[in-house]
């Protein structure tokens, strides 16, 4: 019994995987790993090509969803040979893969880099604003005021206080490059039109609502008086 016991203490030490070879591509599993590694041992490249395919069909079936992709099968031999450490010698279908191939960096993406004197505004605001400097103020007044009032919310998350008038008309002012001079008072009449329509907007749904629960009460007490009757 001690022996048996000893035999299989030993057997869970040694099969511990990282007391085994480190995978090069773990998603097919260790199973797949020692298929490809037994390739390396046929002497006949017939044969090795002819179990390379096998094993390459096996590796297909674990993932079926992509059979339809174009590039599968080349995907598939190009692992066959990450495996193998490129040690495998068969004939493949496609070009063979090297180490210099899986080596190469990819080109460095280059972002886009601009100053923003004002950047709690975003760009959208800027580049509404340099649009807006170039047309009749008239007929921009209302996309003007919405510029307004977008810039006085973000200006409050942003600092945390309610901007003035004056701080709002400069801000504009500076990122339309002077193209843009407001009147302080238009921009107090553009900011009590926005009160008073959120203000009747909530009144219309507030009168909605009690006009649901006056209808909603009387269908009630219309129930109530015919039960009574009954």
Do not use: C
Request: a neutral charge; hydrophobic letters at 30%; glycine letters at 6%.
């Amino acid at each position: 019994m001690g022996q048996f016991v000893d035999r299989l203490f030993a057997n869970m030490y040694k099969n511990y995987n990282y007391l085994r070879r480190r995978l090069l591509i773990p998603e097919y599993g260790r199973h797949i790993q020692e298929m490809i590694d037994s390739l390396l041992e046929i002497e006949d490249r017939d044969e090795r090509t002819r179990q390379a395919k096998a094993v390459i069909a096996v590796m297909g079936n674990l993932n079926p969803l992509l059979r339809d992709t174009a590039d599968f099968t080349h995907k598939l031999w190009d692992h066959l040979f990450i495996m193998s450490d490129f040690r495998l010698d068969v004939d493949s279908p496609y070009p063979l893969p090297t180490r210099e191939d899986l080596a190469v960096k990819p080109e460095r993406l280059e972002y886009p880099q601009s100053d923003i004197s004002h950047k709690h505004y975003g760009k959208n605001i800027v580049r509404v604003i340099n649009r807006l400097k170039y047309e009749d103020p008239s007929a921009v007044e209302v996309e003007l005021g919405d510029v307004v009032r977008y810039m006085h919310g973000k200006s409050m998350e942003y600092n945390q206080e309610h901007p003035t008038h004056e701080m709002i008309v400069n801000d504009i002012r500076n990122l339309s490059d002077g193209g843009i001079n407001l009147d302080e008072e238009w921009l107090k009449n553009v900011e009590m039109g926005h009160k008073s329509a959120s203000s009747h907007q909530k009144g219309g749904k507030h009168q909605q609502r009690t006009t649901r629960q006056t209808q909603k009460s009387s269908r009630k007490n219309g129930q109530q008086r015919h039960n009574t009757q009954k």
